[in-house]
């Protein structure tokens, strides 16, 4: 679920992640009885909550890159034993608002 398209919404560059959150809504959406919410790749069972929000840009037309075009603000979630990382869309997880702040 990417933002509607127009200027990007500013994150303040002081907010960080809260963790606590990212815990609970891991603990309600990631079914126990996928293998232990274990690494896909080592298996261990560790991972680390990163305290900054990632920003992913999508490529305009003919594959350009667009500042200030469609965005996805992500979580980051890497396996601390082997550096595995999943991403989670911040504005699903309920951390971030759908629609600019006025
Ligand atoms: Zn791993």
Partial sequence: MPEASGPPRPIDPSSTVDKLKVAEWLNSHWRPDMVQRSCTV??????????????LS?????????????????VI???????????????????????PEA
């Fill in 77 to 99: 979630l890497t396996c601390s034993n082997c550096g595995n990382t999943l991403l989670f869309n911040a504005i699903v997880m309920g951390l971030l608002p759908k629609k």
């Fill in 58 to 74: 999508t490529l305009g037309s003919g594959g350009a890159i667009q500042i200030g075009g469609r965005h996805f603000p992500l």
């Fill in 42 to 55: 080592c298996g261990v069972t560790k991972w680390t909550i990163a305290e900054d929000f990632a920003y």
